[in-house]
């Protein structure tokens, strides 16, 4: 399966900032995928990015506040915006595993609105 | 969104002992997923079903795809303590290649 680096790790950041989260995946992939886990709960999916099109957004979640870039088949970002305390939560970046073996998933970004 | 509902919650259990978990869903999917997060990790995955009635084992750990599409279970055999975890049911359909997780279930397993 897939290798998926995911940066930062964690972070700590100010209210009213902005953090944006990288995922690397080691081989080429058609789709990634963003999910928010917040705390104690389960997974919830923010977006699927292809590359070379917008991202397509479920319901609840809103480009103007998680902006994501998909440049190449092997990279993405997430970005979210304008942060408040109500996002922290766990980032992940997942990507379809080979021969339809499930989906992978990054170690994710922890992150903290003070 | 839609959610995958898990029993049970939580479940605390001595080594050794067997466990059984189960997802429930009001709505059909072809594809059941079960995976493990531990602390400060993504989930990994653990199996992976794909037909309705599937009985599929990995080790000590066994899942079945119910015959309604609706359900899955997952069991571990003869818990040891690196078990500890929240394991996740996911469902999806081919062509939406969306995962729909469960609410979870989390497992601590004693010594």
């Known amino acids: 399966s897939a290798v998926i680096s995911q940066k930062p790790s964690r972070d700590i950041c100010q209210r009213g900032t902005s953090l944006t989260i990288q995922c690397q995946v080691d081989s080429q992939v058609t789709m990634m995928f963003w999910y928010r886990q917040q705390p104690g709960q389960s997974l919830t999916l923010i977006a699927t990015?292809?590359?070379?099109?917008?991202?397509?957004?479920e319901s609840g979640f809103v480009i103007d506040k998680f902006p994501i870039s998909r440049p190449n088949l092997t990279f993405s970002t997430l970005t979210v915006s304008n942060m408040s305390p109500e996002d922290s939560s766990i980032y992940l970046c997942s990507v379809e595993g080979l021969l339809n073996y499930g989906y992978t998933f990054g170690s994710g970004t922890r992150l903290t609105v003070v | 969104g839609q959610q995958l509902n898990q029993s049970p919650q939580s479940m605390f259990i001595q080594e050794g002992e067997d466990v059984s978990m189960n997802c429930t869903s009001s709505s059909i999917f072809n594809t059941w997923l079960w995976y493990k997060q531990d602390p400060g990790e993504g989930p990994v995955l653990l199996i992976a079903?794909?037909?309705?009635?599937e009985l599929t084992s990995n080790g000590r750990l066994t899942a079945q795809f119910g015959i309604t599409r609706k359900d899955s279970f997952l069991n571990i055999s003869a818990s040891i303590p690196s078990d500890v975890g929240i394991y996740f049911c996911?469902?999806?359909?081919?062509?939406?290649?969306?995962?729909?997780f469960g609410t979870g279930t989390r497992l601590l397993v004693s010594p």
């Open positions: 996911a469902g999806m359909n081919t062509g939406f290649q969306k995962l729909v």
């Open positions: 990015a292809n590359q070379g099109s917008e991202a397509t957004y």
């Open positions: 079903l794909y037909k309705a009635g």
